[in-house]
Structures are given as structure tokens and as C-alpha cells.
């Protein structure tokens, strides 16, 4: 259960405008999407005393670990907004939206004699206009309301209809002239549908000749003196603009489009996208940029385009790109893009109308992505700070430790033991700087001595490195036995089947033929993921190796205490500890990378099978093979004339797929590692490869991962 006050934005981050806002859990999954008139106060009632909130909202914000928001121009807009995000997202908490077919259209039975306004939900008719969705039943009706005024088109049920006819009485609504009554026949059908006609023409947007019309009418009346026509034509285009407040985040049907909008200052850039699939907002991205240089909005667009569209083919990009400022030359970035789609791209800057005003949000929305950048990025700059300077005092190291790598052991039951090696550079994660390592040292589960063969592997490396710069000079490390680093690297299998390391980030130092070096910088920090036992190991392996100027702590998770070497009792951090949550953070980082290197492992060696061995065998053979006999035991008990049944499979090549099974041991049966059940092999129970499928639960062999 997540704290609220750990993701709580501050009070003058939050923009005192409309908008919609999304709250994620700790997976980045959307579990609640809510609109707003004033997104500052909205969200500062999800954050008070859990007490005081309902049973449902508190659950909701104690299962979100963060929230989000997008600004927007009207309530309108928001309503719309919501509604696309949670038909797009179906967030868990917005139960009353769970069904994507239960939001209300405001619909015209056109191909009724008398068509009827009305709110419809459900599966479309054939035969009757909508307009919408709506997020609400009341939005349609206020609308309509409004309307009426100007279009009386019934909007009374059959039964309604049937009766005024046959009393020759019209409902409250003809007498009031919001209906033209044609149950009492004040109306004919033609006229009736001529106004149904009308009605549809100003819903679909075509309201400039109504509002004219109305304005020249209210002229005349005014000339002659009919003072009381006049106002209520002025009513009733009071009544008409109001209800024409647009929605600018819906374009029209069938739109497709992306806009781009782009604010920035001296030093920095923010990059905001809203992608328009079928008239609606479909998704949002954005990205915050240093400018290393003086660049024009004009570059900084063609940058984006790049960026957005460098991986994109067909449809993925689409015919028309709205942008604040046009490249220099724009020729060649459009040609660009039109080859990516396989037909013309209309690269252009929004000059009127619906486009530019969803321009205007995609640009507000833009310039609040670059204030709250900034004032994300002055705290984040001083809370990192203040964790490093935790961790030092805590550690009692002479300086911040501004470079810190952590260690993590995964295995599971003792098979594909893996390592992970993960860094953060002033407190924050540098990718670039991972590495991998299989554990070849030795068989079986022993995280204390896989620990020491990582930390000696790693360290050797970095002695072989200043070796080679003249760090340190020639036979000096000959005790560590290490004097190169390419034995290590062929033989220890780091980062890959081969043994071949990631690449290192571009700003470390280079070899001279211009590759990034491996292992070149030392940490001030060595973190551990375990106790007193790890932690001893890694300070020995560093010891055997002669390195006395890096600090070794480890980090135990049940109780989340910092060991060090030697100590027989942790150094327990406050929990408040912004030291402990970095502390933390990089811990789990290093866990979730070691586990994902495990499971990819894992996942190859159990789709591996005898059948890859094979000369000249590729996969559509090997899965005529599997496809015809339904198993590899199966085909492993099949003669070779059973063998050669198979299209494709000639004699020689049916000898040699015996042979070669014959010589590879049979696989392990599956196995349900939480039940210890040996699972039968069944048809339609096989990998791509013909192995086994393990059918156990994924959550339960997890749970044997460490």
C-alpha cells in the first residue's frame, strides 16, 4: 500500500485550469482518469487525511504510486478528453465507465416519419444520426435544451406521440415551443423533417448560417418594432452559442493527424505530441531537451520528426503532421516523411479553426511540460544531493560517493546463475554503464562465492584498463592474476552467450581505435543486495585484488539495514532517509536486471531443442516435423520411414534427424516447481521448439527467483 504524500505534487505544480488527470500504480498502468475545472483543486482533495476519503477513492490512491495530468481549454474539452482516455485505457477505479457501450449518443431517428431527438446508448440503429459520444446523459440533454429553442423537433416517445394525437392535445413542450407539435398536425412530416434536417446540419458543425439567419431576422424585428421577437431572437442565438462551445480536443470524423508543439527557453525544450486517429485523441507524448547549442523552433521540429517517426512505416505516420514552425528546408524532412508512410505527407502550420485551436492546447500543455520540468529538476538536484551527503555520513566515507555501482545475484533453484552490475551517477541511473555476467566459476546456488568471482571479474577488468593507460604500472596487479582484459572477456561469458560486453556510454574514455573502453572508472560505492555474508565476500574479492579505495556496503531486505565489512551490527538509516530510498532504488534496480537477464536465459534454454543441431533442418521443417508427429518424444520414437511421411523430408535428411536425437539425451519432463507435479507432455502443449511448454504459473516459478 502506497503512502499518497510519496507522490503528492506540490502545490505550484499543479495549473489552476481544466484538464484531465491520470493516476498510474507502481507498473505505470492507468487506474483512474478524472476531469477537472480547476486541476489544482481536484487533486489537492485526493490528498488529505486518508480518513476523510471515500472507502473507493482511498483504495484508489493508495494502490496509484503517481499522478499526471493534461490542460485543456473548456470543461467541454475535458469531458471529451476523459471520455477518450478511459474508453482507451479502461482504468480499473472508473467503474462506471466499464463498458465501453454504455456511454450515452445524442441520436436523430431519421428514418422514422416523425424523427425524434433523443439519448441513446447501446449498439448503433441503422437509420438514425449520432452525434457524440457523450461522458454524460446530462451534457446531451442541456444541449438539447438549448436547442430546442431554435429546432422544436419532437422528442417524446411513441407512446407520448400516440396519445396527444388521438386527444389532439400536444405535451407541455408545444405549448411552451420547445416542439413544433406535429402530433396535433401544427407542423406536416416534411415540414417537421426539414427541421430534424436542421438540427442535424448545426450538430455536425455547420452553424454559421443559422447564427446570420437568426441575426438578420432579429434586425428586421427590431426595425419594424416588434421589440419582443427581437429578444427572443436574441435569446435564441444566446441560446445557439451556447451550446456551439466546440470541443477542440475531437477534430473532425475521420481525422487523422499529429500535432507538435514546442516551448522553450534559453537552456531547454519541451516537446509535446498529440496524436489524432480518427478525430480523437488516441495518445499524448512528450520530451524535455537540454539545448546544447543555439537552435531554431524550426530545428528543434525536425529534430522531433526524427525522433517520432525515425522507426515508423505506413500508417504509423500520418498524411497530415500540424507543427508550430516549418524546418529549414521543409522539402526535403517532407519527402522524408512520405517515404516512411508510402504516400504523401502534408507537413503545415495550423493558420484557423478547430486545428489550431487543439494547437493552442498542444502548446499549453507543452509550455506546463517545461515548468514543471524545471521545478522537478532544482528539487531533484538538491534531494539527490542530500542523499548522497546521507550516505556518506552514514558510511563515514571522506566524500559523496558521486558514482555508485550496485551487485545482484539471480538464479532459479541453482540453474542459469546470472549477475547484474548496475550504475548511478549523482543519483541517477546510467544505462549506458550496465553490465551482465554469467557465473561460470563453479556449478550450483552459492551467492556468497558467485558474489566474489563477479566483484573479482569486474576489478580485474578495471586494473587491466589502467594497465593499459599507464594508471598503473606493468606488473604491479600480477599478484591480482589479471595482466589483460581479453582472457576475461572470452571466458567469462559478461553480458551475453559469447561473452561480448554492452557497449559503454560515448563519454567514457576511448580506446585508440575509437571504441569505448569497459570497466574504465572505479566507484567511490560498491553496493551489494544481501547482508553481512555478501557484503564480507566483496570486500575480500577487493582485498585479493589490492584495491583499498572503494567502499563496500551491502543492503538486507527484510529489514532494509546497511552492512559493512567487519561490522557485526548494520547501520540502520531513518526510513524518512531520502539516503535509504536511493540506496533502495538502486538495489532494486540492480534486482530487476539480474532478473530479467535470468529469464531470458531461461526462456532460450527451454526453447533450444536436439532438432537445432541438425544441417540444412530450418523451421518450417522443424515444425512439419512437430505439426505431424504432435511431440519431440514422439518423434524421437519414430522410424525412419515413419520419419520420411513428412512432406519435405527426404531419407538422408530423416537418417541424420534420427541419428541426432538418438545422441541428444531426452529433455527433462516439466516439472510445476511450487507443487513439485511432473506435468505430462500434451499435444498443443509445445514451444516453438518442441520442448514442453512448463505450465506452471508464472507467479509461482517466479516466486523461486532470487
Known sequence: ???????????????????????????????????????????????????????????????????????????????????????????????????????????????????????????????????????????????????LRVFPVRTCSAGVFKNAARSGRPCLLGYIGKCSAPCVDRVSAEEHRELAEEFCDFMTGRTNTYIRRLERQMGEAAEEMEYERAARLRDDIGALKKAMEKNAVVLADATDADLIAVAEDELEAAVQIFHVRGGRVRGQRGWVTDKVEEITTGALVEHALQQLYGEETGDAVPKEVLIPALPDPAEPVQEWLAGRRGSGVSLRIPQRGDKKALMETVQRNAQQALVLHKTKRASDLTTRSRAL??????????????????????????????????????????KSEYRRFQIKGFAGQDDVRSMHEVITRRFRRYLAEKEKTGEWPDGENTEAGETTGSGENSASGDNAENGRLADASTNTLTEDDGRPKKFAYPPQLVVVDGGAPQVAAAQRALDDLGIDDIAVCGLAKRLEEVWLPGDDDPVVLPRTSEGLYLLQRVRDEAHRFAITYQRTKRSKRFRSSPLDDVPGLGDTRKQALLKHFGSLRRLRAATIDQICEVPGIGRKTAETIAVALAQAAPAAPAVNTATGEIMEEEPGTMGVSGEPVRTGAPEERRGQET
Request: charged content about 30%; glycine content about 4%.
Open 1 to 147: 500500500m502506497a503512502d499518497p504524500s510519496s507522490y503528492r505534487p506540490k502545490p505550484g505544480e499543479i495549473p489552476d485550469s481544466p484538464g484531465v488527470y491520470r493516476f498510474r500504480d507502481e507498473h505505470r498502468r492507468v487506474i483512474y482518469v478524472g476531469k477537472a475545472k480547476s486541476l489544482r483543486q481536484r487533486l489537492a482533495n485526493y490528498f488529505q487525511d486518508l480518513a476523510g476519503l471515500h472507502p473507493r477513492t482511498r483504495s484508489m490512491v493508495t494502490t496509484a504510486a503517481s499522478v499526471e495530468w493534461t490542460v485543456v481549454s473548456t470543461e467541454v474539452e475535458a469531458l471529451q478528453l476523459e471520455y477518450s482516455w478511459i474508453k482507451e485505457y479502461d482504468p480499473r477505479f472508473n467503474v462506471k465507465y466499464r463498458d465501453d457501450k454504455s456511454y450515452p449518443y445524442l441520436a436523430v431517428t431519421m428514418s422514422e416519419e416523425y424523427p425524434r431527438v433523443q439519448v441513446m446508448r447501446g449498439h448503433k440503429k441503422k437509420g438514425v444520426r449520432y452525434f457524440g459520444p457523450y461522458a454524460h446523459a446530462w451534457a446531451i440533454r442541456d444541449t438539447v435544451d438549448l436547442l
Open 389 to 430: 551527503e546521507e550516505i556518506a555520513d552514514a558510511l563515514d566515507l571522506d566524500s559523496a560517493p558521486l558514482r555508485i555501482e550496485c551487485y545482484d545475484i539471480s538464479h532459479l533453484q541453482g540453474d542459469d546463475v546470472v549477475a547484474s552490475m548496475v550504475v548511478f551517477e549523482d543519483g541517477l541511473a546510467r
